[in-house]
């Protein structure tokens, strides 16, 4: 079988270069270390930040709310490793502005696996991150849009217009914390993360995959409940918004000189695509099953892109359609079936 390894590196190239191509559209636990909500921030318009999705869990009082995360694909969400102490029950709903009132364009999907990173540790807020599966793929609409996410190649703190969503509390010292019915929204500053680390502010807790965002004197922040959202700035040059940041941690909300600490989504842009791409080899092909063996972040039991693909987003107000990302594997592979014939005919002659 070693003649279908190549085939499966040219695969997973066109797979990774396909994620985020139609994306970016806008229309419009520990002590210490505190989980997130807006402060400060304003009603969203519907459809204003359309890859924004609240997951949701039964036992979580009120609303349900439990966290944030971001449709980058048809049926994959990123959020924060943080959230989860298991899945049973979690679901997610995306293309909602008004979590009471949904509305027709709302789509809601279980749970199929969660994917956290190996090394995240919870004492100290590294590796916040995480992959959920849907169970089935969502439909797109102007509601409900992917993601763009940043490779290397983007200069992400030269971008200047960044702003902060969720349902969490709006209330900074609230007794009793309690997520918001309509999706709040907030402009932020990207904040040097050398500084955000000094002395007076973090005193070295911050991670270097970690991005620092709000205001030196407080005010607008990330609190309890926005665990998990984006972080989101748009592109310099052009009509739309790359997802930067994870929301993670701070020290209490809104306060002077305790900005929101986010997870990078560049830092883990390879991270993002192997766990994507070999989850579906194990899915699509079990005879990849033995290659994927070693936990991250070696990356080596599956393939992954030698060259970095640079998102290409569509036009500001225009829908895609959400092409499927895993058909393309699945053709692919089918067709290799051909090859594996007609190459085991050339050996026996």
Known sequence: MNWLRPLILLAVARFAHGIGETCGNYHYGHIGYDKTRVVGGTDAQAG???WIVSIQHPWVPDLGHLCGGSLISTQWVLTAAHCF?????????????????????????SVKQLVMHDYYNPDDMSNDIALLELDHPVQCSPYIQLACLPDATLRVSELQNCWIAGWGSTAARAADPKSSDHLQEAKVQLINVKLCNSSRWYAGDIHTHNLCAGYPQGTIDTCQGDSGGPLMCKDNHAEYWWVVGLTSWGRGCARARKPGI?????????????????????????????????????QKPCPTPSVKPRQIPTTMGEFNSCPFLIKILLEFLSGSKGLQSAWSQRRVL
């Open 85 to 109: 102490d298991q899945i049973n029950m979690v679901s997610v709903v995306i293309g909602v502005t008004q979590l009471t009132q949904p509305g027709p364009g709302a789509q809601v999907r």
């Open 48 to 50: 204003s930040w359309p």
């Open 262 to 298: 986010y997870t990078s989504t560049q830092f883990f842009y390879d991270w993002i695509v192997f766990q994507m791409t070999c989850s579906n080899f194990l899915t699509t092909s079990h005879i990849w099953n033995h290659y994927i063996t070693t936990p991250q972040p070696s």
